[in-house]
């Protein structure tokens, strides 16, 4: 249960930092999800569902399919140069927003927030990191409000279901665990729109606490023991300041200023249940400190729209939480540069489809912290996003 707890928070990071996948639609992938002030699409029922008030009075449906392909990343020190295996992923998202009803607009949306599957087969990283996998999906209903014509507030609920199975061996420990959890959040977001070329937006995701539950095999030495297992975790808060300004040539520069509120990961703490040896709870028990820090994250978007083709691009640049003195095999993180481009294409009134992909270029990192004394690289990520929106 550990491991399931560190792969929750720390293993999506090969995504973005932190645990999270800030892409879950088409736009966000073209636009490096500077799609917050100026999103007029069905994804506003997830970024911000402040702009639903804003569209059009119709209902918007967008189904999307995402590839995600994770290098294999290089762990290299003396005497040792070990990959990751490569992994690839499918990842499917539904939004929703609804027609105005009763002076009001709903959204839904059901996303993969985070998830992956981290996989070693050479030591030393098994010890910790032999297999980390995860799937999780939110489901995020919300309601949007006009206050006058150009302002609008927005209230979600996020429930997040988690999964996730971890396995680590060495030549005197080994463990085999599941877990999952259901927990629950909440969402607001503010849109201001002082002229026609303005939007300036304000969202606010609130913080999650995991309570995973589940069953754990541990043995250790001689001692091996399977007992129930808990552990709550925190999945931060984040808070966007987005501003974006349209030209007479319909082209959208879009900014977002992103900060996430790592700060209160302390570290993790391990409840396990009867049956488990003292020496194997201290081993597999004991707090495992973290400290982890706020971070900032800068995206930049760019929209030109066409008669019937939309083009977009972005760029993205993201930190590690990460302190050097935490990092190991089931987080090989580091500060990002992410750039990425798509387009749509609208076929009639009803529908349209679209194509983007992303590209994020990871920093190499080198790591000295009593634990590790080497380098990772090569921790880079590709996404590609396919969608088909209705109109209706």
């Known amino acids: 249960m550990r491991n399931i707890t560190l792969f929750l928070m720390l293993g999506s990071a090969l995504f ?95 996303v993969s927030p985070a998830g992956l599957s981290k996989r070693w087969d050479d030591a030393p990283a098994i010890y910790s990191a032999q297999e980390f996998s995860l799937q999780s999906v939110e489901v995020n209903p919300s309601v949007a409000l006009p206050i006058g014509d150009k302002i609008a507030v927005a209230l979600g609920i996020r429930a997040i279901y988690s999964e996730g199975v971890v396995r680590s061996s060495s030549p005197i420990a080994s463990r085999d665990m599941e877990g999952d959890s259901i927990d629950f959040g909440y969402n607001l977001a503010l849109s201001y729109k002082p002229i026609s070329e303005l939007e300036l937006a304000l969202t606010y995701r609130s913080k999650v606490n995991l309570s995973i539950d589940g069953d754990a095999t541990l043995s250790y030495l001689a001692n091996s023991s399977t ?64 400290n982890y820090r706020d971070t900032d994250v800068f995206r930049f978007g760019i929209t030109q729209k066409l008669q019937k083709l939309t083009l977009m ?12 003195a935490t990092l190991g095999f089931e987080l090989p993180d580091s500060d990002s540069v992410s750039f990425s481009f798509g387009s749509r294409y609208q076929i009639n009134e009803k529908i349209n489809i679209g194509l983007a992909a992303l590209y994020s270029i990871r ?13 990772f690289s090569n921790a880079n990520v590709l996404m590609v996003s396919s969608a088909l929106e209705y109109k209706f």
């Open 16 to 110: 973005a930092g932190g645990y999270k996948i800030p892409e879950t639609s088409l736009n966000s992938v073209a636009l490096s999800a500077a799609n917050v002030a100026h999103v007029s699409s069905a994804d506003a029922a997830y970024y911000n569902p402040a702009n639903m008030v804003f569209m059009k009075n119709e209902s918007v449906m967008e189904a999307n399919l995402m590839y995600i392909g994770l290098s294999d990343v290089n762990y290299r020190a003396a005497g040792i140069d070990i990959d990751s295996k490569k992994e690839n992923f499918v990842v499917p998202s539904l939004h929703y927003v609804s027609h105005e009803i009763g002076g009001a607009r709903f959204g839904l949306s059901v």
């Open 227 to 290: 007992s129930s297992a808990s552990v709550s975790v925190l999945v931060p808060a984040l808070l966007n300041v987005a501003v974006a300004y349209t030209l007479e040539s319909e082209t959208t520069f879009e900014f977002v200023y992103e900060r996430n509120f790592w700060s209160e990961y302390k570290e993790l703490d391990f409840n396990y249940g009867e049956g488990v040896n003292p020496v194997t709870n201290v081993v597999f028990g004991t707090p495992i400190v973290k």
């Open 313 to 324: 691009g972005g760029v993205v640049i993201d930190e590690s939480p990460a302190p050097d």
């Open 363 to 375: 920093e190499d990192r080198a790591v000295s912290n009593g634990t590790l004394d080497g380098e």
